[in-house]
């Protein structure tokens, strides 16, 4: 069946420490989505990206970075720069050009810090 | 901007009860509207959608209506079960700069009581 993978589901961070977020499709979608969900509120939108090797900073960008190489695959690296990295994150896919099109999400990654 | 707002929660009811969940929307254009519902520690599951003024959306028992008059996407149930206790969020869809985006509510907590 096709869907998104998220690895891994639970991560720890160290203090000035990088980690990298995993997302895969095989939904065979052009636009894939980073976001971040905290305690009771909603999503908000880190980067997103509608082909390969081209992505655009969401509202919370800052202290985030994305790389698109494939069509399948749109890694979230969290670096040091992010001072409260503590959240859920979650990857979506959808198709482009069809704005009745839902978008549909991995299961997400818990980050915590150490 | 584009916004979503939805009812306060946490909403409880006991089982068999109705349910609504207010929703409404501010966009400058014409917006697709979503229901998603989210699981303790999973991601974000699509449960409806309408894509244009008067549709009705409905899955799993679950019914939401487009109207434009109002700017309003409320969820509906007639009978809950204790397995509907989830975060709900309603979102809409714009192409924003040539980008397609989901704006989120900021999620409302159902708990369902035997």
């Known amino acids: 069946d096709g869907g998104i993978t998220q690895s891994p589901k639970y991560l720890f961070r160290k203090e000035g420490q990088n980690v990298t977020l995993s997302c895969e499709q095989n939904?065979?979608?052009?636009?894939m989505y980073w976001y971040r969900q905290d305690p009771g509120q909603g999503l908000r939108l880190i980067y997103y990206?509608?082909?390969?090797?081209?992505?655009q900073k969401g509202d919370i960008a800052e202290g985030y970075s994305v790389s698109r190489e494939k069509k399948e695959s749109f890694p979230l690296t969290v670096t040091s720069a992010q001072k409260n990295p503590t959240a859920f994150y979650l990857c979506a896919s959808s198709k482009v050009g069809q704005i009745n099109q839902p978008q549909h999400f991995g299961d997400g990654t818990r980050l915590s810090i150490l | 901007g584009d916004s979503v707002t939805q009812m306060e929660g946490p909403v409880t009811l006991s089982e068999e009860a109705f349910l609504t969940i207010n929703c409404t929307y501010t966009a400058t254009g014409y917006p697709s509207l979503f229901w998603y519902v989210q699981y303790p520690g999973e991601g974000l599951q699509l449960l409806l959608k309408a894509t244009k003024a008067d549709d009705k959306g409905s899955n799993k028992g679950f019914e939401a209506t487009y109207r434009k008059e109002t700017t309003s996407f409320h969820l509906e149930k007639g009978s809950v079960q204790v397995s509907d206790s989830a975060v709900y969020f309603c979102?809409?869809?714009?192409?924003?700069?040539?980008?397609?985006?989901?704006?989120f509510g900021q999620g409302t907590r159902l708990t369902i009581n035997p």
């Open positions: 939904l065979n979608h052009d636009a």
């Open positions: 990206s509608q082909i390969v090797n081209d992505f």
């Open positions: 979102a809409l869809k714009m192409e924003i700069q040539g980008a397609q985006k989901l704006v």
